[in-house]
């Protein structure tokens, strides 16, 4: 099914069946971002958006989605630690922006523990997928740090301002349930199941409309920011777009004709 993945710095990805797919392979160190690890992400997700797929997974190999920063590369770096902290972020902080903002959808598919920046990585999706055996750790106050990567904004957005600043401060494991009753995952899936229904559900999306998913995003993520007579406007626009596309003159007939539309 998948075509053959390139694989740089413990990152594959590639795109296939319209869909493309982003996995971190550093599972023997908890797949935490080191410098060479943001350098994979920041090529992978560069160069998985610029063959435009319809979707983009986001996986991991191994028992942890992503423990956070690489705290040994942090230790190592003694004094300098505020170097490497711009070494990585100022690469991958715009990379995560032009993922999360994507004109399509993002399914992240968390299949253990998520900590520190693999929060932000996990919560930048459209749609966050969880194995019952994850958990949630900020960590970030524990070991004197704040967050990045988006953790406090992705976090935030799903739980509540209050609620993350909260989970932020304190630093306490989340369990699978907590997160899904706070909304921070959007569905749990027993561990031997998470693949497959990650899988299924990017098929759907990629045989869906394209532009009305983008035009869905567009809408969607400049909440609650954006008054009503602003967000009326851009309603019209894009649906006048929207009107004028193959997709909608292929989705009104195959209504007409009760028959799945081809998109």
């Given at each position: 099914?998948?075509?053959a993945?390139?694989?740089?710095d413990g990152?594959a990805?590639?795109?296939?069946?319209?869909i493309?797919?982003i996995?971190?392979k550093?599972?023997?160190?908890?797949?935490?971002?080191?410098?060479?690890?943001?350098?994979?992400?920041?090529?992978?997700?560069?160069?998985?958006?610029?063959?435009k797929?319809r979707?983009?997974?986001?996986?991991?190999?191994?028992?942890?989605?992503?423990?956070?920063?690489?705290?040994?590369?942090?230790?190592?770096?003694g004094?300098?630690l505020?170097?490497?902290?711009?070494?990585i972020?100022?690469?991958?902080?715009p990379?995560?922006?032009r993922?999360?903002?994507?004109p399509?959808?993002v399914?992240?598919?968390?299949?253990?523990?998520?900590?520190?920046?693999?929060i932000?990585?996990a919560?930048c999706?459209?749609?966050?997928?969880?194995a019952e055996?994850?958990?949630?750790r900020?960590?970030?106050?524990?070991?004197?740090l704040?967050?990045?990567?988006?953790?406090?904004?992705?976090?935030?957005?799903?739980?509540?301002?209050?609620r993350?600043?909260?989970?932020?401060?304190?630093?306490?494991?989340?369990?699978?349930?907590?997160?899904?009753?706070?909304?921070?995952?959007?569905?749990?899936?027993?561990?031997?199941?998470?693949?497959?229904?990650?899988?299924?559900?990017?098929?759907?999306l990629?045989n869906?409309a394209?532009?009305?998913?983008?035009?869905?995003?567009?809408l969607?993520?400049?909440?609650?920011?954006?008054?009503?007579q602003?967000?009326l406007?851009m309603?019209?626009?894009?649906?006048?777009?929207?009107?004028h596309?193959?997709?909608?003159?292929e989705?009104v007939?195959?209504?007409m004709?009760?028959?799945?539309?081809?998109?």
């Amino acid at each position: 099914m998948n075509e053959a993945m390139q694989q740089a710095d413990g990152v594959a990805w590639g795109v296939s069946d319209r869909i493309g797919r982003i996995v971190l392979k550093r599972g023997d160190r908890a797949n935490s971002i080191s410098s060479g690890a943001s350098r994979g992400l920041v090529r992978a997700i560069d160069e998985v958006l610029d063959s435009k797929p319809r979707v983009v997974l986001l996986a991991a190999e191994g028992r942890v989605f992503c423990a956070g920063g690489d705290i040994e590369e942090f230790v190592a770096a003694g004094p300098a630690l505020d170097a490497l902290v711009d070494e990585i972020l100022e690469p991958l902080h715009p990379a995560l922006y032009r993922l999360a903002t994507a004109p399509l959808p993002v399914i992240s598919v968390v299949n253990g523990p998520v900590g520190g920046a693999g929060i932000g990585l996990a919560l930048c999706a459209d749609f966050v997928l969880a194995a019952e055996s994850m958990k949630l750790r900020t960590g970030y106050a524990a070991i004197g740090l704040s967050p990045d990567v988006g953790a406090s904004f992705f976090l935030a957005r799903r739980v509540g301002a209050v609620r993350a600043q909260q989970w932020l401060m304190l630093s306490d494991a989340i369990d699978a349930r907590e997160c899904l009753a706070r909304g921070a995952v959007d569905s749990l899936h027993p561990d031997g199941d998470l693949q497959a229904a990650a899988e299924a559900l990017a098929h759907r999306l990629a045989n869906a409309a394209s532009g009305s998913l983008a035009a869905i995003k567009t809408l969607c993520s400049g909440l609650p920011g954006r008054d009503l007579q602003a967000h009326l406007r851009m309603e019209h626009a894009l649906l006048a777009e929207r009107a004028h596309s193959d997709d909608a003159r292929e989705g009104v007939r195959a209504f007409m004709e009760r028959r799945a539309p081809r998109f």
